[in-house]
């Protein structure tokens, strides 16, 4: 039994996509240090390291009993409504991770500290009902997404150099997080969830997708024009955001539960696998 809600953790907090913000956070750092000249220490590095792996796996936990009614009508394989792991274990594994965070956070430094604690609660906000108030909840998300990198540079104690790049991935996170909710529409009306999706129907909600991804994309180039990133970024983030806009054009052709799933969970996940890539490319070349 105990290995059994071992597994159902471990599917809960879901490392794979955990250490994908471990590894934005890890960019952040690199590109103000190796790229920008700050001196980087090594125990600060694997310290942010860990806190922002707990952050991640802590927030997700956390939304995964919050989600609940809706994955019992659309998602029921997921760890929660499968019987993996109770919402009681669940929530206990969430808070753990999540404190813990916050303490190793606050150890490196007040900055990162508040940051981190900053993103805690918009997690908390987003779980208490922020979801269920259209776009609101979207950018709420999005405000998690976008201080990966920024996490990174406040752990080596660079507060403004990638502010301009923090606004730029706001602004396309929350057109993937209207995408992404779009796919939920019919578990999120019937748990009562008033999403963007439920109160707009879903093809506006797709179209107001698109005009945060149009706006991303004269945003994209903001780090290159201050000087922060070179030729590496521009050219990478031009893709990105081209590759963005194909993932919508793809579901649009055929707006189906699994061309949702292949193209704005998988296909854009892996995307922002790529724009990481990219910013750790930048940070040595």
Do not use: H
């Not at 909840?137 to 150099?161: F, Q, R």
């Not at 990105?240 to 854009?268: C, K, Q, S």
């Amino acid at each position: 039994m105990a290995l059994r809600g071992l597994r159902g953790i471990l599917l809960l907090v879901r490392p794979p996509i955990a250490f994908i913000s471990v590894f934005g956070a890890v960019c952040g750092s690199l590109l103000v240090t190796v790229n920008l000249g700050l001196p980087l220490e090594t125990w600060v590095f694997a310290l942010m390291a860990i806190s922002a792996f707990c952050l991640a796996a802590g927030l997700m936990a956390s939304n995964d009993v919050a989600d609940l009614a809706s994955d019992k009508a659309i998602k029921p394989w997921k760890p929660i409504p499968s019987g993996k792991v109770s919402p009681a274990q669940a929530r206990y594994a969430g808070n753990i991770l999540l404190l813990l965070s916050i303490l190793i956070s606050f150890y490196i430094g007040v900055g990162l500290g508040l940051l981190n604690l900053s993103v805690v609660i918009a997690g908390m906000l987003y779980n208490s009902g922020a979801k269920g108030r259209g776009v609101l909840g979207n950018i709420v998300v999005a405000y998690g997404v976008a201080v990966i990198p920024y996490y990174g540079a406040v752990a080596m104690g660079d507060y403004l150099s990638l502010l301009s790049l923090t606004a730029g991935i706001m602004v396309f996170e929350t057109g993937r997080e209207i995408v992404v909710t779009c796919q939920d529409v019919e578990g999120d009306g019937r748990a009562g969830l008033k999403t963007l999706p439920v109160l707009v129907g879903r093809r506006r909600a797709m179209w107001a997708a698109l005009a945060f991804y149009l706006a991303y994309t004269p945003l994209a180039s903001l780090p290159y024009l201050l000087g922060v990133v070179g030729w590496v970024y521009l050219v990478g983030a031009s893709l990105f955001a081209g590759g963005l806009l194909l993932t919508w054009y793809r579901i649009m052709l055929n707006p189906t539960f699994d061309a949702y799933e292949r193209y704005a969970r998988v296909g854009t996940r892996l995307l922002v696998i790529f724009f990481q890539a990219v910013l750790f490319l930048e940070a040595f070349i």
